[in-house]
């Protein structure tokens, strides 16, 4: 009896520590945890260590500890939508290294920070959508680069960095819809990554401008570059441009030294080249109209060159026809001659 109650202990202690949670579902043959709809207010602990679907949506979960993924490592779909998450911690996910996707749909997300998906190499589907996000980090963490789909419509972005979409080389599907876009020079950026993104094939269901009130409910795509008013150095900026040009001078001393010494070949391939001057919409439109009407002259004087010549050829051609006529009709001086000699 002793050895019968050692076992059922052992038993239900290993169940205890590798089971199923009490208002889970767990299923061997899919590796699958259901713990939705079951009121947790936080990850539940001694989930089966082998599983690797979980299910977590519909439930209260306010906040993730950052050891609440240690015990399921194989997880690769996790599904968090619906619950009451108003913050990530930075690492939260950084124990499911085999992650594929994460949805974190239809929560109270008001931000995301730097590094808060970091150590996900195989991540490639992140759901962001239906929150209250208002800004988004320079960069989702390392080893994000394998995102192929990235959902963040419906939030409150009013601007997205360049740089958090570049970090992102494999993205193939990327959703912006219903958020409060302001389309201003803050948007240039992802103007130009965005036209960058569609030609290469990628996939996208457009941004469409909120503001300014001359732009709202605009495609972003189809607002001209030069309507984008040069952005306000802020201070920050100014002090770096400030710092880069007496490095810039510095170093063009330097090398102005060194050329002297190797030659002039040198210098067109160190100095840096001039930029382009931005073209001007309203120079652009007046060397259209310009050309337009010189093009629309010398058609005109070909027109009228053009009847001339006919109209000449037209009067030539009846004249001869006219003296043709005459002259058969009379004859030529050359055969009266004959007839008029013979009647002297």
Request: glycine fraction near 6%; charged fraction near 20%.
């Amino acid at each position: 009896t002793g050895n019968w109650l050692l076992v059922l202990s052992v038993v239900l202690l290993i169940y205890t520590a590798y089971g199923c949670p009490n208002k889970c579902l767990c299923y061997t043959a899919s590796k699958t945890a259901d713990c939705k709809n079951r009121g947790f207010t936080e990850i539940p602990a001694h989930l089966p260590p082998e599983i690797q679907i979980l299910q977590l949506q519909n439930n209260r979960i306010w906040r993730i500890n950052q050891n609440a993924f240690t015990g399921t490592p194989l997880l690769k779909i996790l599904d968090l939508s619906n619950n009451s998450l108003s913050s990530l911690a930075p690492g939260a996910f950084q124990k499911l290294r085999y992650l594929q996707v994460l949805n974190l749909t239809r929560n109270l997300i008001h931000y995301i920070e730097n590094k808060t998906f970091s150590f996900l190499p195989h991540l490639k589907e992140l759901d962001l959508s239906s929150n209250s996000i208002i800004r988004l980090p320079e960069t989702f963490g390392n080893s994000t680069g394998n995102i192929t789909l990235l959902s963040v419509k419906h939030n409150k972005l009013q601007k997205m960095e360049r740089v958090l979409l570049e970090s992102l080389p494999n993205l193939k599907v990327v959703l912006f819809k219903d958020n409060p876009w302001q389309c201003t020079c803050n948007v240039f950026g992802l103007k130009l990554w965005l036209e960058s993104f569609l030609y290469r094939g990628g996939i996208s269901d457009g941004i469409i401008c909120s503001t300014p009130g001359i732009r709202k409910g605009k495609d972003l795509l189809k607002v001209p570059y030069e309507l984008f008013g040069a952005c306000p150095l802020r201070t920050a900026h100014v002090h770096l441009a400030s710092v880069h040009h007496h490095s810039y001078e510095h170093r063009s001393s330097l090398k102005h030294a060194h050329h002297n010494e190797h030659g002039e070949n040198s210098r067109s391939n160190c100095e840096p080249k001039p930029k382009p001057r931005p073209v001007s919409l309203r120079h652009a439109i007046a060397t259209v109209v310009i050309t337009g009407v010189v093009c629309g002259i010398v058609c005109l004087m070909m027109l009228a060159a053009a009847v001339y010549g006919c109209a000449y050829a037209a009067i030539t051609a009846k004249y001869h026809k006219e003296h043709l006529a005459l002259v058969r009709q009379h004859g030529t001086p050359e055969e009266k001659e004959p007839f008029d000699s013979s009647l002297a």
